[in-house]
């Protein structure tokens, strides 16, 4: 009985493989679709620098106008994209909407309004030996006309594993253009710090799962703490993703946190909100940052 049971299990888990790997793939189809035909669209959330209170960036954050099920966040279609091979057209297509919607933003002469901020899978960086992803933002910055300073990219942590030189190679090119690069969800990728050494990078990015220990896990608030004196001594920039309340902001504040993200100071917007929050911007008046105006 117990042999016809174990069957009946596996029978079980492949019929659920089978159903799994098929919805998969027809998702992926309609990936391919809603790319093709611009159901993605993109919203935008501010990083704020806390000394200035500014607009420095903008995260371009994509979503999808899905005709049958409404707006879709990338948690539903990101990884499936990147299963089904889709991810690369899917991340030039917000790169390219990404720098013509910061075009906008910028003032004359242009490079005085907010970066924009685009997030990349790692697939991109090992592409052809790390010159593909070089050679498309070379022409989407040159076609758009947006200067490559005004673009940072923003890639996660599991990505920068090993000493892969295509990959630094790539980083570099990137570089030259004047893009600067993000690791995202900094501390979370299991990854050796080695790779800081190795890897021209310019930010971290703080996982969210940091910033919410604040005052809950004093474990985890020590590591924020040493993570932001790592940053500062390698002089890389840092950003706390994920602030929720004042709480969490005055102690960023106070453990020199330069950049801030997150709901506290505004959620990701529609592009034409955005742009309108760019013009009439103004701190949150909850939020206590310009810790130098406050003391002077
Ligand atoms: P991420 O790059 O770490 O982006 C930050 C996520 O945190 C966003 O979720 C944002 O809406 C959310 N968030 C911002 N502030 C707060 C807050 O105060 N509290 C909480 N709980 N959440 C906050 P979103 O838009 O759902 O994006 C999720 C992830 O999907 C992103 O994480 C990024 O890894 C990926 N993603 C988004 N757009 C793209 C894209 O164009 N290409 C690729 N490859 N990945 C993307
Ligand atoms: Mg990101
Ligand atoms: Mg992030
Ligand atoms: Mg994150």
């Known amino acids: ?39 993605l669209c993109l919203y935008f959330q501010p990083i704020i620098n806390t000394d200035s209170g500014t607009i420095e960036c903008a995260e371009a ?33 917000v ?13 004359r002469p242009p490079s ?41 990219l923003e890639i996660t942590e599991t990505r920068m594993v090993g000493t892969d030189q295509t990959i630094v190679d ?26 800081l050494h190795w890897f021209p990078l310019d930010k971290l990015k703080v996982d969210q799962s940091f910033v919410a220990a604040i005052g809950q896990d004093p474990t985890k608030t020590a590591l924020l703490k040493s993570i932001l004196l790592l940053a500062s001594q390698l002089d890389l920039a840092v950003v706390a993703e994920g602030v929720e309340t004042p709480h969490q902001a005055a102690f960023l504040l106070r453990h020199g ?6 709901h506290l100071l505004n959620k990701p917007l529609p592009a034409d909100d955005f742009m309108q929050l760019t013009r009439n911007w103004h701190v949150p008046s909850e939020v206590r940052l310009g810790r130098k105006r406050a003391e002077g």
């Open 1 to 39: 009985a117990a042999e016809a049971g174990d069957e009946q299990h596996i029978h079980f888990y492949n019929a659920e493989a089978n159903t799994a790997a098929l919805h998969s793939l027809m998702l992926g189809a309609k990936i391919a679709r809603a790319i093709e035909t611009d159901q």
């Open 61 to 93: 954050l994509v979503r999808w106008h899905d005709p049958l099920h409404g707006l879709r966040l990338p948690s539903e279609f990101i990884p499936v994209a990147e299963q089904n091979a889709l991810i690369i057209p899917l991340d030039q297509w």
């Open 95 to 107: 790169l390219k909407k990404a720098c013509e919607h910061a075009l906008q933003w910028q003032e």
């Open 112 to 152: 005085r309004g907010p970066k924009v901020a685009v997030n990349l899978s790692g697939a991109h960086l090992s592409s052809n030996g790390g010159r593909q992803i070089a050679e498309t933002v070379q022409s989407i910055l040159e076609t758009s006309g947006l200067p490559g300073n005004r673009l940072e």
């Open 170 to 195: 790539g980083l570099r090119r990137l570089r030259e253009l004047g893009v600067r690069i993000a690791v995202d969800d900094f501390g979370t990728g299991y990854a050796s710090l080695s790779y």
């Open 257 to 262: 946190c330069p950049f801030m993200q997150g």
